[in-house]
């Protein structure tokens, strides 16, 4: 199985950053696509940032030119660094991972999350 542990996440002033990490570990063969979701109170919760294993990224609108998502391969982690938050970024952000996992054999690739972390943006 694979385990995602979520960091960096707390209170912060508009306009201000942060910076979320997550560390991936367990029986994982090969991490396909790295992402960041975000669900706000009463809301879906939606994509808000993907790289995948070549590097190629993706960002949901509102976020972009604020965020920069990245991964460490070797380290099997993936970070948000978010700047100029406001309040709309407010809500809890969750670590997703596409990985193929290994037992006795090689595993499909499966979706991972992390527990999340809560990020709030104050006005």
């Known amino acids: 199985q694979v385990q995602l542990v979520e960091s960096g996440g707390g209170l912060v002033q508009a306009g201000g950053s942060l910076r979320l990490s997550c560390a991936a570990s367990g029986n994982i063969f090969k991490i396909n696509t790295m992402a960041w979701y975000r669900q706000a109170p009463g809301e879906q919760r939606e994509l808000v940032a993907s790289i995948t294993s070549g590097g190629s990224t993706n960002y949901t609108e509102s976020v972009k030119g604020r965020f920069t998502i990245s991964r460490d391969n070797t380290e099997a982690t993936v970070h948000l660094q978010m700047n100029s938050l406001n309040h709309k970024d407010t809500g809890v952000y969750y670590c997703?991972?596409?990985?193929?996992?290994?037992?006795?054999?090689?595993?499909?690739?499966?979706?991972?999350w992390g527990p999340g972390t809560q990020v709030t943006v104050s006005s």
């Open positions: 997703n991972l596409i990985a193929s996992t290994y037992s006795t054999r090689i595993h499909p690739p499966a979706d991972y």
